[in-house]
């Protein structure tokens, strides 16, 4: 039977702080999708949220598709995480104790080919081990590009169906709304949105079921302003989270 769709009150606006410390609830295996445009603040966003979450027995492995990224490294010394360059990380001196956060980061040649070969082969493999042994958050700051430059619909498409019951959660954001795979949607118990001038954008955004209006989705993300996300989260609970 469908949901029904009712007239829900705006959503109050909360300050980010605030918002992850005393009302951001994850449950190990919970998927979380953010969606934005370029410098719409995403990418801070998932990693503050990250930082807020991740612990040794519950670490977040980011997939890092750049050969450069100063937001990535800034994160990474914040959460003191371990690089490494291929999955699973060999013996390390420097991490005698499982660290909360592994920032998986194929090197680059700059030759797109072998690259793009080098982290398929990587990221597919981590994908597949976080599967199959669960209690892991993965990190996927560009979702799209996994899914479509790199061909790993299927294994992102196992962790957002199945991954929930190994206590797996894949955290996916992506700045092409309308291009990502629809599980990115239907599978994020919390899902985040930002205005976005792209029409096909707001048409996938007007997709959203979940028994939250459509309309109002629509409105409230196309008065958002700059680094405000209207949030959605289990239960229908819904707000606009600050910067």
């Known amino acids: 039977m469908a949901a029904t769709l009712v007239r829900h009150p705006d959503p109050v606006v909360l300050e980010r702080d605030e918002f992850i410390r005393r009302r951001f609830d994850y449950r190990p295996g919970q998927h979380l999708t953010i969606m934005g445009p370029t410098e719409s603040g995403k990418t801070t966003l998932l990693y503050q949220l990250a930082n807020q979450v991740a612990h040794p027995k519950l670490p977040a ?30 013996p390390s001196m420097w991490f005698q104790r499982r660290p909360r956060a592994y920032t998986v980061w194929p090197r680059h040649t700059f030759d797109p080919d072998y690259d793009d070969a080098m982290m398929e082969a990587v990221f597919r493999r981590t994908l597949l081990d976080s599967y199959k042994r669960g209690k892991r958050i993965v990190v996927a700051d560009e979702v799209y590009g996994l899914a479509v430059d790199l061909g790993l619909t299927r294994p992102l498409g196992a962790i957002w169906k199945r991954g929930r019951s190994m206590k797996c959660g894949l955290w996916a954001a992506s700045q092409r709304p309308a291009f990502v795979p629809l ?40 008065s958002l302003h700059d680094h405000n996300f209207f949030y959605i989260g289990p239960g229908r609970r819904y707000c606009i989270v600050a910067p």
Do not use: C, N
Request: charged fraction near 30%.
């Open 61 to 90: 492995i980011v997939l890092v598709m750049k050969p450069k990224d100063e937001t990535v490294d800034s994160w990474a010394k914040v959460m003191r995480a371990r690089r490494s360059y291929a999955w699973p990380p060999g």
């Open 183 to 222: 599980d990115a949607y239907s599978m994020a118990q919390h899902l985040f949105l930002h205005r976005d001038p792209d029409l096909r954008a707001r048409k996938r955004y007007s997709e959203i079921g979940g028994g939250i209006d459509p309309k109002m989705i629509l409105d409230v993300t196309s």
